[in-house]
């Protein structure tokens, strides 16, 4: 008699973290020509992975920069079928001295899972593969439902490849629903279900000034200076509360349901331990009228990420900056169209361009913010596989954080996306000893395929 799923799981926990740690090993840093080889030999091992799973017409697809992985399994007519998205890449692990082990030689410590890539996303998708795997033993070479997976190696650039095939290929990534893990729990122990996600436009700002860098004793205080006018310009955006100050920046704004406030308010929060433990500042920011949750999951933003420009090399050199460029983002929320509202900051930008500077914005990536409806039957299936998986109600929240391929699935595909994410909020994301706790990687294994046994039924 076959093993059930859970005593599959159980049985191969040891194997299943040897494979991830694997993949973990891979430097699939996306952004760093160096590293492209890296990129592919994760692409492979994906494939690879999904292929032992018991998957078929699994592919290798080239795109201009990364490649993209597909892989399916069909065989259950009349059953929903279920588009599983997921990336391989990974951020740059930089700056190394703040790591208290190598970013790719996995490291177990205190019961967390420590690498780059551990919980964004190789760690989470990796337990979208291991629930195909389990079930498709304990079905004796079935599956529940139909499955389709996608994985890029762009997510973490912009994902630009995929944003491409997934418009051209809308029939063969016909699905019911997408399943997307790369989401975390609200708090350790509790199932959660991220039903709203804020838009995005990544931009870059270019300010000219002077023809050249110009000597400060002979030009200062006669020829514009690019990093003053820029730092001056960016500090005309917000006013001394937080709001920011771009005509008919919140004009489409929409409000969360009065429901959706009363659910926020009923969740375990401590401001300060927000403060010190997560944020570790003095004070917090943003629209004092405003509960914290609204600050980051359902109001707009416009956020600051880097000034470049000048000499800040050691020792002194007195020059005035003839160009200077920052980096800046807006997140959005529903109903804010993401083309208008770089056309309103743009057009803000160059009217408010310092005396004798010209300003040049770019947009390097867009989005826009999606929410899924709670009443779904797969977001039911779902928290019903979370609450039997955790043994407690799962709570919604929003994240105001950027997933662009749920609304290229929304949009492209007509399908809602289940983000099912086992993160914790103390992941470390994208900063030195990103982590992964071990018991969410084996839960969130046997809480997908929990899913999909629910939504097959």
Known sequence: MPQTTDQFITANQARFLEELYEYLRIPSISTLPENVGDVQAAAKFTADALKTAGLENVEIIPTDRHPLVYADW???????????????????????ELWNTPPFEPTLRDGNIYARGSS??????YMHVKAIEALMHAHEGKLPLNVKFLVEGEEEIGGASIAKYVPLNKEKLKADVALVSDTALYAEGIPTLCIGLRGLVYMEIECKGPGRDLHSGLYGGAAPNAVAALVA????????????????????????????????KSLPFNEKDFLEKEVGATALTGEPDRMIFERVWSRPTLEIHGIAGGFTGAGAKTVIPATATAKVSMRLVPDQDPVKMFERFSAWVKANAPEGTVMEVRKLSGAPATVVNPDHPAINMAAEAFKEAMGRETVFIRSGGSIPIVGEFAHHLGIPTVLMGLGLPDDGLHSPNEKYKLDNFYLGIRTVAKFFERYGA
């Open 74 to 96: 069909l065989h259950a007519p009349g059953k929903p079928t279920v588009l599983c998205y997921g990336h391989y890449d990974v951020q740059p692990p930089d700056p190394l």
């Open 120 to 125: 964004d996303d190789k760690g989470q998708v």
């Open 233 to 264: 310009l960016l500090g005309k955006a917000k006013d001394d509360k937080g709001r920011i100050l771009i005509p008919g920046f919140y004009d489409e704004v929409a409000e969360p349901a009065a429901a959706e406030i009363a659910s926020w």
